[in-house]
């Protein structure tokens, strides 16, 4: 079967971190990603991991266990504009042309 | 650079009657794949396709369908249309050939279909 699971919502403070942990699985891996929306519009890409470890992207940072089927996105120095839907992906399928999505984790930045 | 575009950005259709919705992807990208996006069940995936060739597919009925052209835009179709079909329709487009990989896919602002 085809399971993501990603908390439904979070609330953070400007200025500091947050972690948002994904834990998946899937029957096929062809990396993770990260997404953010916010309301009305569409997917943004924020990071992509294929390998074991942390890929870090300025106030971004993203890590994956294979072996544990575990992944987290940190958001550090938040800011109000951070207020969105994070989403998580598994690329699966024929060249890992298939993305499975959670639900998606609702973060509410607060001053 | 002009991103995906889907066109058009909102639809309104009759129970039973069918649609079709289009998707122009990121130049050069040959990857086009379609979502649907719903409160309740999220982004689902519907099917991609590669040089116009559906690669890979999701769990929808046949009442979903679509195609890509060779210069790479790409349509999706749904017929009798049910209530349920009101959602987002997303569609994305990748540079790589072997899925989104380190480029990401790059996701239009899409199509809200309501079905009344």
């Known amino acids: 079967g085809q399971n993501i699971d990603q908390p439904t919502e979070m609330t953070a403070t400007e200025g500091a971190i947050v972690q948002i942990n994904c834990t998946y699985q899937?029957?096929?891996?062809?990396?993770l990603f990260w997404y953010q929306q916010h309301a009305g519009e569409a997917p943004t890409f924020l990071s992509y991991n294929v390998l074991d470890g942390l890929e870090e992207k300025g106030r971004f940072s993203s890590f994956l266990s294979r072996s544990k089927g575990y992944s987290y996105l940190l958001l550090k120095e938040l800011q109000m504009k951070d207020s969105a839907s994070y989403l998580c992906?598994?690329?699966?399928?024929?060249?890992?042309?298939?993305?499975?999505f959670g639900q998606g984790t609702e973060l509410s930045v607060k001053p | 650079k002009a991103g995906v575009t889907q066109t058009p950005r909102y639809l309104i259709k009759t129970r039973g009657q069918q649609v079709t919705l289009s998707c122009s992807p990121i130049?050069?990208?040959?990857?086009v794949s379609w979502y649907q996006q719903t409160p309740g069940q999220g982004l689902q995936f519907l099917f991609e396709y590669f040089s116009e060739t559906q690669r890979n597919k999701g769990n929808f009925p046949g009442r979903f369908s679509g195609r890509q052209f060779s210069n790479s835009r790409s349509e999706m179709n749904v017929s009798t249309l049910e209530l349920g079909d009101s959602a987002l329709y997303l569609c994305?487009?990748?540079?790589?050939?072997?899925?989104?990989?380190?480029?990401?896919?790059?996701f239009g602002s899409g199509t809200r279909l309501t079905v009344v």
């Open positions: 899937t029957s096929g891996f062809n990396g």
């Open positions: 992906a598994v690329g699966s399928g024929n060249q890992g042309g298939k993305l499975i």
């Open positions: 130049s050069g990208h040959r990857s």
């Open positions: 994305a487009s990748s540079l790589s050939s072997t899925g989104g990989q380190a480029y990401g896919y790059t």
